[in-house]
Every structure is written in C-alpha cells, then in structure tokens.
C-alpha cells in the first residue's frame, strides 16, 4: 500500500513559531502588562487620595453642622427670645438668684444659668472650673451654647426647665408649673448648655485630635454635666462674634469670644449691642499618616497662626458664618 508524502514546503508550514516571533510577542505581552499594572497602580492611589479627602471632608461637615445646629438655635427660650426677662437667671454677683435646687456645681452655675449670654467662650483657652476629661488644646476656642429645646416637654423633677410666654420666663427644677403661669398661656421646655472645645486625644482613636462637648444632662434623675466626644480629627476650632452696635441687625464688627469689651449690664459685647452671628473656623486632621505626603501649608483660623505643620497628615481648613435666628428679634 502506498502512502502520500508531504512535501518538504507543506512540513515547514506546520512547525510553529519562530524564535524571533515568540520574543516579539513577549515583548508586546509585557508592555500590555507594564500598561495595565501602573494604570493599576495610578487608580489605586487616585482611589487612596480621594477616600482620604472624603474622610477630612466628612468630618469638617459633621463637626460643623453638630456645633451649627446649636448656635442658630442660641436664645431660643420656648416662646420668648428676650434673656433678661427670664427670672431665676444669674444676675452680677449672684449666680443662683433663686438658690434653685439640683444646679450641677462643677463647672459653675453661673455656667448653667447665665442666659444673659447665650453664646459665650474663651479665646485661644479653656477656663472652665471644670476640668475636660481629656486635656484641651491650647490654641483652640472655647465655645458655649445656651438655649431650651424647641418643642414643648412634659414637666419632668430634677431636669432644669423653662416655663416662657411671648413676655416673660422663669427657671425651676421641681417638676410643678411657676407660680404665675398658667398652662393656657405658657410652655414648658427643658435648659441645654453645651460647651466645645477640641481635646489633645480622642478617646475613639487614641493619637488623634477631637471636638468634644460639655452637656447638661439628666443622669439617673438629676441634672448632671456630661463630657463626651463628637468627631475625632478635629485639630483646631476658632470662634468670633458678629455685634451689632447700632442697632441696624447688622453686623458693625466681630470680636473674639473674651475680647474684653464685654458689658455684664447690657449682656452685650460692646455697650448696647447684640451679637447676632457667629463666624466659626475648624482645622481637620486626617486619621492615617499619607506616605509621599507632605502638609507645608499654613493654617491662620481666626485670630491664631497654627503655621506650617510639616508632617504625613491630610488637612482641611473650613469657615462659616452662622446667624443667630433669635438675637434680632
């Protein structure tokens, strides 16, 4: 039997790729790769600075928008908005007119019942009686928040309230309604204090800068002073009043929480004005050290030169000017 036999051309055709080929295609397969690796790489750091920004960004927003809250919410008494036409408030001299029962002492109780101010602080300080829990950065504001909440409450023994009408107001803490108010004609609503200031650690993170809060709260039937922690990262917080002097509801100029123009008779920062908005700077850190990062920007928040930093941390600086609904009324 006769078999066919293939040409030497055929046999040539069928022996696979050349040595030159082969490189060829390495050397094509390997730039694709070399491509793909540092588009990788590139989106993997794109991704890494992005989440980063995200998270100071998130921070600035919630820390803010804790501490906003409050402050547009500075003088509201219930119905009134008018502080000196509350009775049983401190008074020069007296910081509990009324020797009102069941006033937390451990950071004053001029610090609870002073209403005359309904915003207040200390400039680049902490000088509170009442030691923070964890201890407060030196260059950063004090910042104290007073008002009532704004619904209506049930009358509740032991927790500091506020019986108001549209005229007049008056403190008490044993549950039972002011003598010379009637239901009909006046609301009931509970005293919040909070003082911000932004401690050394974080109690969440340890290492890490945070705004904290001192609150009045109930605490098993009584009224009590809470500190706690509201966003870890906060590095700085700066704090000026907007005053209106001449009585326009403008703001005529800002000072700083403790500026020395103070008047305790007019319960006004300059004699005869009311402050009427608040313009707050926070700093935010990053949590993690950014390898490849450098921070040599300079930080001038307020009336503070925090300088360049110089270190691994992602940060933020960010103001706002917030009105005090209640101080033009």
Same mark, same amino acid.
């Given at each position: 039997m006769?078999y066919?036999t293939?040409?030497?051309a055929? /046999?040539r055709?069928?022996?696979?790729?050349?040595?030159?080929?082969?490189?060829?295609? %390495? $050397?094509?397969?390997?730039f %694709? &790769?070399?491509?793909?690796?540092?588009?990788?790489?590139?989106?993997r750091?794109?991704? #890494?600075?992005?989440?980063? #920004?995200?998270?100071?960004?998130?921070?600035?927003s919630?820390a803010m928008d804790?501490?906003?809250?409050d402050?547009? %919410?500075?003088?509201? /008494?219930?119905?009134?908005?008018?502080?000196?036409? #509350?009775?049983?408030?401190?008074?020069?001299?007296?910081?509990? *007119?009324?020797?009102?029962?069941?006033? *937390?002492?451990?950071c004053?109780?001029?610090w609870?019942?002073? %209403?005359?101010?309904?915003?207040?602080?200390?400039?680049?300080?902490?000088n509170?009686?009442?030691? *923070?829990? &964890?201890? $407060?950065?030196?260059?950063?504001?004090?910042?104290v928040v007073? @008002?009532? =909440?704004v619904d209506?409450?049930p009358?509740?023994a032991?927790?500091?309230?506020?019986?108001?009408?549209r005229?007049q107001?008056?403190?008490?803490?044993?549950g039972?309604?002011?003598?010379g108010f =009637? $239901?009909g004609?006046?609301?009931?609503h509970?005293?919040?204090?909070s003082?911000?200031?932004? $401690?050394?650690?974080?109690?969440?993170?340890?290492?890490?800068?945070?705004l904290?809060? &001192?609150?009045? @709260?109930m605490?098993?039937?009584?009224?009590? &002073?809470?500190?706690?922690e509201?966003a870890?990262?906060?590095?700085?917080?700066q704090v000026?009043?907007?005053?209106?002097?001449n009585?326009?509801?403008t703001?005529?100029?800002?000072?700083?929480?403790?500026?020395?123009?103070?008047?305790?008779?007019?319960?006004?920062?300059i004699p005869?004005?009311?402050?009427?908005?608040?313009?707050l /700077?926070?700093?935010?850190r990053g949590?993690?050290?950014?390898?490849?990062?450098?921070?040599?920007?300079t930080?001038t *928040?307020?009336?503070?030169?925090?300088g360049?930093?110089?270190?691994?941390f992602?940060?933020?600086?960010?103001?706002k000017?917030i009105?005090?609904?209640?101080a033009?009324s």
């Amino acid at each position: 039997m006769a078999y066919p036999t293939r040409s030497f051309a055929a /046999w040539r055709r069928q022996t696979g790729m050349t040595l030159i080929e082969v490189m060829v295609a %390495l $050397a094509i397969g390997s730039f %694709l &790769i070399i491509g793909a690796v540092q588009i990788y790489t590139q989106s993997r750091q794109s991704y #890494i600075i992005n989440e980063s #920004i995200a998270k100071v960004q998130d921070t600035a927003s919630f820390a803010m928008d804790a501490i906003e809250s409050d402050l547009r %919410l500075a003088s509201n /008494w219930g119905r009134m908005s008018r502080p000196l036409g #509350i009775e049983g408030r401190s008074v020069i001299g007296d910081a509990n *007119p009324n020797n009102l029962p069941g006033i *937390p002492a451990e950071c004053g109780q001029e610090w609870v019942l002073n %209403l005359a101010l309904p915003v207040d602080g200390d400039n680049n300080a902490y000088n509170l009686p009442c030691p *923070p829990s &964890i201890a $407060a950065q030196a260059t950063s504001d004090h910042l104290v928040v007073r @008002r009532a =909440t704004v619904d209506p409450v049930p009358f509740e023994a032991g927790r500091i309230q506020l019986q108001t009408t549209r005229v007049q107001g008056a403190l008490f803490t044993d549950g039972n309604l002011p003598t010379g108010f =009637t $239901a009909g004609d006046s609301s009931t609503h509970n005293l919040l204090v909070s003082s911000y200031y932004v $401690a050394n650690d974080s109690e969440l993170i340890p290492g890490v800068p945070a705004l904290r809060r &001192i609150v009045l @709260r109930m605490n098993g039937g009584v009224a009590d &002073i809470i500190d706690e922690e509201i966003a870890p990262g906060v590095e700085n917080l700066q704090v000026q009043f907007g005053v209106d002097v001449n009585g326009d509801n403008t703001v005529d100029r800002y000072v700083n929480p403790d500026s020395g123009v103070y008047d305790p008779t007019s319960a006004a920062y300059i004699p005869g004005a009311k402050i009427i908005t608040a313009r707050l /700077w926070l700093v935010v850190r990053g949590i993690d050290i950014e390898n490849g990062l450098v921070d040599d920007n300079t930080y001038t *928040p307020g009336d503070v030169d925090l300088g360049q930093p110089a270190d691994n941390f992602r940060r933020m600086q960010v103001s706002k000017t917030i009105l005090l609904r209640n101080a033009r009324s």
